[in-house]
C-alpha cells in the first residue's frame, strides 16, 4: 500500500509549490511552474502526476501544453477543471516512489 503522505512529501521537496488534490478518489499532484528538459531545451509548464491507473495506463503525466518536437501521440483530457495533454507513453510502473514516476515519465520527453 503507497503512503500517499510519505510520497507526496518527497515530491514537495523536490518541488515546493507541488500541491496534492484528489479526484475520484485517486491522489493528483499539481507541480506549477515545473521546469525541465524537452527536446534538449528548458520547458516550464504546470504538470500533473497522476500517479494511479488512468486511461488505460498504470500512471500518467499530464501536461499543460503539447511539446511539437517529442512526436503527434498526445491526447487532451479534463483533471482539476481544466485540459491537459499527455503522450501515449506506458513504461512508468506505479510499484514506484512518486519522484522515481515523475522522472521517468519526463523521459519520454527529453
Known amino acids: 500500500m503507497i503512503d500517499t503522505a510519505a510520497e507526496f512529501a518527497r515530491i514537495k521537496s523536490l518541488h515546493p509549490g507541488a500541491v496534492l488534490h484528489q479526484e475520484g478518489g485517486k491522489p493528483l499532484v499539481l507541480l506549477p511552474q515545473f521546469t525541465f528538459v524537452a527536446d534538449g531545451k ?3 509548464m504546470d504538470l500533473l ?9 498504470v ?5 499543460e501544453r503539447q511539446i511539437a518536437a517529442r512526436g503527434k501521440n498526445w491526447g487532451q483530457h479534463r483533471l482539476l477543471e481544466r485540459m ?9 510502473q506505479p510499484d514506484q516512489p512518486w519522484t522515481s514516476m515523475l522522472i521517468n515519465h519526463l523521459a519520454s520527453v527529453t
Open 49 to 57: 502526476l497522476h500517479p494511479s491507473p488512468h486511461s488505460g495506463y
Open 84 to 92: 491537459w495533454w499527455t503522450l501515449s507513453y506506458e513504461k512508468v
Open 42 to 44: 528548458n520547458e516550464t
Open 59 to 63: 500512471t500518467r503525466l499530464f501536461f
